[in-house]
């Protein structure tokens, strides 16, 4: 099963949550995703062995995808 978060105030919010198999649960995180790319946020997916990386769309097999707003600095 795949979960797609948001990282804000309280935590995390869920977004999305589908599973394999399941077409219109995916077609609806991906909507979501898109949604939350728009307004400028980052997603990171976790990997099998623990590490993370970046990513421009919703990787369907991964089992959760974090957005967050970008670092920022000066």
């Known amino acids: 099963m795949g979960r797609l978060i948001r990282m804000d ?3 995390h919010t869920t977004l999305a949550e ?3 198999g ?3 649960a ?3 995180a ?3 995703f898109a949604h939350e790319r728009e307004r400028g946020l980052i997603a990171s997916a976790n990997g099998p062995d623990g590490t993370a990386e970046v990513v421009r769309e919703l ?7 974090i ?3 970008p670092i920022a600095g000066g």
């Open 26 to 28: 995916l077609v609806g």
């Open 18 to 20: 589908w599973a394999t």
């Open 9 to 11: 105030r309280t935590g």
């Open 67 to 69: 957005m967050r707003r």
């Open 59 to 65: 990787p369907a097999a991964a089992e959760l995808v």
């Open 22 to 24: 399941d077409e219109a």
């Open 30 to 32: 991906r909507d979501a």
